[in-house]
């Protein structure tokens, strides 16, 4: 861990150029989804991967950046323990236009589709797809019938309009602590707590977090697994950094502002999600 808690570091020092973020507008406390942090033995096929899918390939130092609408994929070298099967953060899911297009691109369905399936990176990463034919797609806000008095939570009840985005992050919780998890998450991010078909909760600018109890799932923290970390973009993190320590945080990385102008600063989440927050990878 004490290796990948410097990268950024070293990411920054050595940066081969910039890296346009489509990253969402933040929400009332600054804050928005910013990035998944991959650690890849095999950066170029994973490359491929994510362009086929319909990212846009950069470079950010040692790193290879995937640019989608609301969210950064970071590929990194590395030697991971295993994959998010078996960790806290079970799976990521994608929304696409057409599962069609992604066929026609080459990939192979499990199962197959019927609206929701799952494609699977060279390393056997599982990513979760969805088209606009899926029936849990939805996300409804807690005391309102259809998000549609919020037009953040509002773009999971409308047809898609780009090629594919980014959709939510699936918990799975070893503990029965669903709620515990929807709240902290809504308390400490600003988040939109409601229920994305069957599932408890959080919607944050880019990103839905979903909850479900599966004392069968694994719980694995998600450091030293392939997808190491997730990152949110916050304005004014030191001040933002600040509150969360007032709410009892425990910053392992505190806030640091590094010489490239970037901030950044890490903490888990109470149930073993390594989280980066950062400020600048927006402007980049």
Request: hydrophobic share 40%; glycine share 10%; proline share 6%.
């Amino acid at each position: 861990m004490k290796s990948r808690v410097g990268t950024l570091v070293l990411l920054l020092g050595s940066m081969a150029q910039p890296v346009s973020a489509q990253l969402s507008q933040p929400n009332e406390e600054g804050v928005a989804m910013g990035h998944l942090h991959y650690y890849v033995r095999d950066v170029e096929a994973n490359q491929r991967f994510w362009e086929s899918l319909g990212g846009d390939a950069s470079s950010f130092g040692q790193s290879v950046v995937m640019k989608f609408p609301d969210v950064l994929v970071f590929l990194s070298q590395g030697e991971p323990e295993g994959g998010t099967e078996g960790s806290i953060l079970n799976h990521v899911a994608f929304r696409v236009q057409s599962l069609d297009t992604i066929a026609a691109a080459g990939f192979e369905f499990d199962p197959p589709p019927s609206g929701v399936t799952n494609v699977f990176t060279p390393e056997g990463e599982r990513i979760e797809l969805f088209d606009d034919t899926a029936t849990n797609l939805t996300f409804t806000l807690d005391n309102d019938d259809d998000g549609a008095a919020d037009p953040v939570v509002a773009r999971h009840n409308r047809p898609l309009e780009v090629p594919i985005v980014a959709h939510h992050l699936h918990l799975y919780l070893i503990d029965d602590a669903v709620e515990e998890a929807q709240d902290w998450y809504a308390t400490m991010f600003g988040g939109k707590p409601g229920t994305r078909w069957r599932y408890d909760a959080v919607d944050i600018p880019g990103i839905n977090l979903n909850f479900s109890y599966n004392p069968d799932a694994g719980g694995a923290p998600t450091v030293g697994r392939m997808l190491d970390h997730i990152g949110f973009e916050v304005t004014n993190l030191e001040a933002f950094c600040e509150q969360l320590e007032l709410k009892g945080v425990t910053f392992e990385v505190p806030y640091t502002l590094h010489t490239s102008g970037i901030g950044y600063a890490f903490l888990t989440d109470p149930w073993g999600v390594r989280i980066e927050l950062t400020e600048g990878l927006r402007g980049l």
